[in-house]
């Protein structure tokens, strides 16, 4: 076998794999979002569109994601500069910050269901401090606010970690006699920071925002865990439509929003953040 | 001599002052991820009554009656087992379809790379969960549908792009001349492959392979998707959350969560390498 064949043969399981399973079903959900009774229809668009559940949906899994989004970056940018200033103790510490890593959002959602529910540890803490004398039903129906802010922190605990660690490796890869030169030119830490630190770390500022805010529409457990179905999210309607009301043309539809926004914001940053040619580090 | 012990304690003092700053900050950051799942545990090791009772101490009762009814409610033996098979199958497949791409990236130049690139990469700005919709319906009729190796084709989309990317940097870090000077020793390209490169990225693989487990064994929505009777464990409890009494769903946390944090720790050293790589 001709040696120019190889790398071919060595790319051709997953090149296949990814069509059959990647490219294939997502022009599947197109077709189907647009199929009614195996024919051309608008009709799953207009029953989502028209469903009362569909524009606070869409609102709260943007306004979720406007608000997670913009929260982790500050807290993860803290958390790198931190942890690029240690000398001792340094894997420890990035190990502790990197363990929600791994955690599922399930899990993040029943870890702080632990705290938020009726007979939980926020309204212990709370009445052990005589604040109230009854717990307090945070997560009711009534509540909305507060089934949002406890998503927002349960997100926030769990996916800053994916964030911290692209900034990090990015940060790695910054030289440092950019800083060496910074600090001869009298620029102090903050400034470094500003005109050294951030204009150089666009590329891996680009992966993680692209990755969280796509991750961020896709939210749907944590929601699930916190508040049931009283927060109602994109994907959780998804799952709504293929499971309780069995009729999937309508959940490629919502599917096809996800992915419309998904897209959307990836373009947005890929243009935002655009890293100009030849200037990479 | 003098000027620098004049400076010293000055620099000691501003640093000090910096020092206790960052290390508050750290031990605040350090509280901020430890202690829920300090109180999941909590939870996990207390009694059914202790869990629901109000209000709380913050101590665990170490009460193994969640978790022996967790264990021994219908269905969780099994959604553990369809968990740990769904996730070893893969983390074979990924590993076997994404090392060699990932070879092939390091070591070729070729007309198509960049093709083949963008496809791995474009996989990123898609809701891939999301593939379990159209999915079902081809599952259907393959015969797939419910099934482990159905879920673990699935969960292969997700980890594979890792897999590439990460077995193409490790690939990336063994010099070329280690295996052309096996192929001068009378090596093939498969037996210099064999024993002078597989032996230096193994571990790195290993990381690749246990991070592949751990995206498998944490997906909820494809897996309560495609499954029905073979319900994965997440998929098991997001099915049973609104019906399910609080102790089992936190013994069912705790269950997901003290695997995970073994994996990570096994990997760790990896981590930054891998998203290192994953940002271009």
């Known amino acids: 076998m001709p040696a120019r064949f190889l790398p071919y043969l060595m790319l051709l399981p997953a090149t296949i794999f990814l069509l059959v399973f990647f490219v294939y079903p997502f022009?599947?959900?197109?077709?189907?979002?647009?199929?009614?009774?195996?024919?051309?229809?608008l009709q799953p668009i207009t029953t989502m569109a028209t469903h009362w559940k569909f524009n606070a949906a869409l609102?709260?899994?943007?306004?979720?994601?406007?608000?997670?989004?913009?929260?982790?970056?500050?807290?993860?940018?803290?958390?790198?500069?931190?942890?690029?200033?240690?000398?001792?103790?340094?894997?420890?510490?990035?190990?502790i910050f990197s363990i929600p890593l791994g955690l599922s959002d399930l899990a993040a959602g029943i870890v702080w269901l632990a705290i938020f529910e009726q007979s939980g540890f926020l309204n212990s803490m709370l009445a052990g401090l005589g604040v109230i004398e009854q717990p307090i039903l945070f997560l009711g129906y009534q509540n909305i606010w507060v089934i949002f802010l406890a998503v927002v922190l349960a997100e926030l605990w769990r996916a800053t970690a994916i964030v911290m660690v692209i900034l990090v490796s990015g940060m790695g890869l910054i030289p440092k006699e950019y800083y060496e030169a910074g600090e001869?030119?009298?620029?102090?830490?903050?400034?470094?920071?500003?005109?050294?630190?951030?204009?150089?770390?666009?590329p891996s500022l680009q992966s993680a925002l692209i990755l969280r805010t796509l991750a961020a529409f896709e939210v749907f457990a944590v929601v699930t865990a916190l508040g049931g179905t009283t927060l109602p999210v994109l994907m959780g309607e998804t799952f709504n439509w293929q499971f309780a009301m069995q009729d999937r043309n309508v959940a490629s539809a919502y599917a096809l929003v996800i992915l419309?926004?998904?897209?959307?914001?990836?373009?947005?940053?890929?243009?935002?953040?655009?890293?100009?040619?030849?200037?990479?580090? | 001599m003098s000027n620098p012990t004049v400076d010293v304690p000055r620099t000691v003092s501003a640093g000090g002052a910096g020092r206790f700053l960052i290390w508050a900050s750290i031990v605040l950051l350090c509280a901020w991820v430890l202690v829920p799942i300090y109180l999941l545990m909590v939870n996990a090791l207390s009694s059914p009554a202790q869990v629901s009772g109000f209000p709380k101490s913050g101590l665990p009762g170490f009460d193994f009656a969640s978790l022996q009814f967790?264990?021994?409610?219908?269905?969780?033996?099994?959604?553990?087992?369809?968990s740990i098979l769904v996730a070893v199958l893969t983390m074979a497949l990924s590993i076997g379809i994404g090392a060699p791409a990932g070879y092939a990236l390091s070591r070729f130049d070729f007309p198509g790379k960049e093709v083949f690139r963008m496809l791995v990469v474009m996989t990123r700005?898609?809701?891939?969960?999301?593939l379990a919709l159209p999915l079902a319906v081809m599952f259907i009729r393959t015969g797939l549908d419910d099934t482990a190796l159905g879920l673990a084709l699935v969960h292969t989309v997700l980890a594979i792009p890792f897999a590439v990317l990460i077995t193409f940097s490790l690939f990336s870090g063994i010099p070329l001349e280690l295996e052309e000077a096996a192929w001068t020793l009378g090596c093939n390209r498969w037996q210099a492959f064999q024993r002078v490169v597989l032996p230096l990225v193994l571990p790195g693989i290993a990381a690749s392979a246990v991070f592949a487990f751990t995206i498998s064994w944490n997906e909820v929505f494809a897996a309560a998707v495609l499954t029905i009777e073979n319900r994965t464990l997440?998929?098991?409890?997001?099915?049973?959350?609104?019906?399910?009494?609080?102790?089992?769903?936190?013994?069912?946390?705790?269950?997901?969560?003290?695997?995970?944090?073994?994996?990570?720790f096994a990997v760790r050293k990896y981590l930054f390498a891998m998203w290192g790589i994953a940002n271009r």
Do not use: C, E
């Open chain 1, 27 to 41: 022009i599947q959900i197109a077709i189907l979002a647009v199929t009614q009774d195996g024919g051309f229809s």
């Open chain 1, 59 to 95: 609102g709260w899994t943007v306004l979720l994601a406007a608000v997670v989004v913009p929260l982790q970056l500050v807290m993860a940018l803290s958390m790198a500069t931190i942890v690029t200033k240690l000398k001792t103790g340094r894997s420890t510490i990035l190990y």
């Open chain 1, 184 to 202: 001869v030119f009298g620029a102090n830490g903050w400034q470094r920071f500003w005109r050294i630190t951030l204009p150089l770390l666009r």
């Open chain 1, 260 to 281: 419309g926004i998904s897209i959307a914001a990836t373009l947005f940053f890929l243009r935002a953040l655009r890293v100009p040619k030849g200037a990479t580090i």
């Open chain 2, 70 to 82: 967790f264990a021994g409610f219908a269905g969780v033996a099994k959604a553990l087992w369809n």
């Open chain 2, 125 to 130: 700005a898609f809701p891939l969960p999301l």
């Open chain 2, 234 to 264: 997440p998929a098991f409890l997001i099915q049973n959350l609104n019906v399910s009494p609080l102790h089992l769903k936190f013994a069912g946390g705790a269950a997901m969560v003290i695997p995970a944090l073994i994996f990570i």
